[in-house]
């Protein structure tokens, strides 16, 4: 089974595509991730990736195209895979499913995960983490049990990222807001979307998922 998963910034994709790969053996795909990685292996297509990006532009829908390309035609991906937060926009879709139709592969659902702004800039623009041991909490939702420092290991090396402000995180749902409408259409039309109710907690989101993908 082939799944994309949609979502807004802070929607909790990204962990419910780590626990339904686990759960059902798929491949997680996170554009991003494989991105650097080619860059790394210093690959024809990393090497191109990273000229885009030095030169200060988004990497091209056709180099990202290539790059998942290489990772779904892997043994890895033999039995599935989530694509996670791709595509980003329609003209990605259609690049999209012009390759998996040269691969003799389809996207069998989309879901596309939801949940009100408010809650989503709360998730994101509340969230810390310790610079010590990595773990993530949240103002909001998670804050630490004794103020300024890590439940986990004590430090009190407590880091916000830049890009979390609020300021940035509504100009980022904004941006989100706008190209997603018309990609949400397109699975509509194709009868392959499923709207998940995002602010529930993460076992019942899981839960919901499994249960969908069943039928």
């Known amino acids: 089974m082939n799944i994309i998963f949609l979502g807004a910034p802070g929607s909790g994709k990204g962990t419910q595509a780590s626990l339904l790969s686990l759960n059902l053996n798929l491949e997680p795909i996170s554009t991003g991730d494989l991105l650097r990685k080619e860059v790394e292996k210093k690959s024809k297509i990393g090497i191109l990736a990273k000229s885009q990006m030095e030169s200060g532009s988004l990497v091209s829908d056709d180099v990202v195209v290539n790059i998942i390309k290489e990772k779904i035609t892997t043994k890895s991906c033999e039995k599935g895979f989530i694509l ?18 040269n691969c003799n592969k389809k996207i069998d659902k989309v879901f596309n995960f939801d949940a009100e702004e408010d809650v ?7 969230r810390y983490t310790c610079k010590k041991c990595g773990a993530v909490y949240n103002r909001y939702f998670k804050p ?17 990222r830049i890009d ?6 509504k100009n ?12 949400i259409e397109h699975y509509k039309k194709k009868h392959l ?8 907690i993460s076992t019942l989101v899981f839960e919901e998922l499994k249960s969908n993908i069943n039928n």
Do not use: H, W
């Open 120 to 126: 989503l800039i709360k998730r994101i623009a509340g």
């Open 84 to 101: 996670d937060g791709f595509p980003r926009n329609i003209n990605q879709a259609l690049k999209l499913e012009e390759m998996l139709e």
């Open 172 to 183: 980022r749902l904004k941006v989100y807001k706008e190209s997603s409408f018309p990609l």
């Open 193 to 200: 979307l499923v709207s998940i109710d995002a602010l529930k």
């Open 144 to 160: 630490t049990l004794k103020d300024g420092e890590c439940d986990n290991c004590g430090s009190n090396e407590l880091e916000n």
């Open 164 to 169: 979390d402000n609020e300021e940035t995180v």
